[in-house]
């Protein structure tokens, strides 16, 4: 019986998920290489997929991002990298019926002068709102937030002068869903945005013997930003390891770091 109930409950959330929400169809990050005094176009493509209407709002804020898990989002000129400022939506505020789509135009009005090469961001929020509602027991009236979804919007400048550069802050070894993972915060000091992968050369401390490379998933890193990349360990036996780790990013630039790893049996 409580088997019955808990798939009941189960299949009533996910047909509320199903049955109201906005979605960002064209992805969560956009990118451009730009030139200083030019102007580049972009959209974002939304949908309603309840059947009632809904309100959504749009506004640009800072945002930066740490291997902690902590996530900032600020207003503008919180950090020196940001192009806020560059960025003019075409609204702020949209209504969709039932199950409509629609594109919200902006622009990225690039200055004529940039202090330095590399890479500058904000991100757009979309926010769905629901209808303004009477409140009963308080004068005024409710406006409450539903979802969020952040849309970076990353402008590269003069990349032939700018470069990421990787660190590794830490490397952990540690239970996640009853698997044994290698955790390694990667920060980048660099100028330059990149899409990073994490890998593990495994090697029997005694014998020297290559036991085998292990790989991340690529993520994206900003300037002076760090994250934690996961690797899944649990088919190795329980043992000291010497290893060697590498980030590569996108452009096979290679940053390494020698290490010794324990991974236990609890």
């Known amino acids: 019986m409580i088997r019955r109930i808990f798939f009941l409950i189960l299949l009533i959330l996910q047909f509320n998920l199903l ?92 200055p004529d002068k940039i202090a330095e090469p590399g890479s500058y961001w904000s991100v757009i929020i979309v926010e769905p709102v629901e209808d303004i509602q009477p409140n009963d027991q308080k004068t005024g009236v409710n406006i409450t937030s539903v979802v ?57 401390r005694k014998t020297g013997e290559k036991i085998g490379i292990y790989s991340s998933l690529a993520m994206g890193l900003l300037p002076n930003t760090s994250k934690s990349f996961h690797i899944d360990l649990n088919k190795i036996p329980p043992n000291q390891y010497k290893a060697v780790i590498i980030a590569t990013d996108e452009d096979e630039n290679a940053f390494a770091l020698n290490v010794e790893l324990e991974i236990k049996n609890d």
């Open 19 to 110: 049955q109201a929400g906005i979605v960002v169809l064209n992805g969560l990050t956009h990118s451009y290489k730009v030139e200083t005094g030019k102007v580049y176009k972009g959209k974002i493509a939304i949908e309603n997929t309840s059947s009632n209407p809904q309100s959504v709002k749009l506004f640009l804020q800072d945002f930066s991002y740490h291997s902690d898990g902590t996530i900032n989002y600020t207003s503008l000129h919180t950090h020196n990298r940001t192009n806020g400022d560059w960025i003019k939506l075409s609204t702020n505020l949209i209504t969709l019926k039932g199950k409509e789509k629609t594109e919200v135009f902006y622009e990225v009005a690039v």
């Open 148 to 204: 969020r979804y952040a849309i970076q919007v990353i402008t590269d400048y003069e990349t032939d002068s700018a470069k990421p550069d990787l660190k590794f802050e830490s490397v952990k070894i540690e239970k996640e869903a009853g698997r044994q993972t290698a955790k390694i915060a990667i920060a980048n000091n660099g100028n330059l945005y990149c899409k990073p992968i994490a890998s593990i050369e495994i090697y029997n």
